[in-house]
Nanobody, 123 residues
Framework: QLQLVESGGGLVQPGGSLRLSCAAS????????IGWFRQAPGTEQEGVSC????????NYADSVKGRFIISRDNAKNTVYLQMNSLKPEDTAIYYC????????????????WGQGTQVTVSS
């Protein structure tokens, strides 16, 4: 059974940092592009960042460019999202998702999703 599990969310003050992890079980991630997405209450799901299967290409939403860094360690079957200079508007549930083929920030291309982890940025 293909499964993704996110971890690393929590409560952080504005300007702080968090690192999210996305761990796979039941399959190896090295054949999959991975995306990070988020959804705040009352809003549509938003693509945050994505990374190619070998880690050679990354892409970011304009809202997080320069603050977030996506990376992957295929030996550990894990993808990370380092979030720096966090803002209250980054508050959301963050999800990772996997797809075969090219990476994209568009949600509907992803077939396998994690359950999400809550990130709250507040003083």
């Amino acid at each position: 059974q293909l499964q993704l599990v996110e971890s690393g969310g929590g409560l952080v003050q504005p300007g702080g940092s968090l690192r999210l992890s996305c761990a796979a079980s039941g399959f190896t991630l090295d054949s999959y592009a991975i995306g990070w997405f988020r959804q705040a209450p009352g809003t549509e799901q938003e693509g945050v960042s994505c990374i190619s299967s070998n880690g050679g290409r990354t892409n970011y939403a304009d809202s997080v460019k320069g603050r977030f860094i996506i990376s992957r360690d295929n030996a550990k079957n894990t993808v990370y999202l380092q979030m720096n200079s966090l803002k209250p508007e980054d508050t959301a549930i963050y999800y990772c998702a996997a797809k075969m083929g090219l990476e994209t920030l568009q949600t509907h291309w992803y077939a396998t999703w994690g359950q999400g982890t809550q990130v709250t940025v507040s003083s």
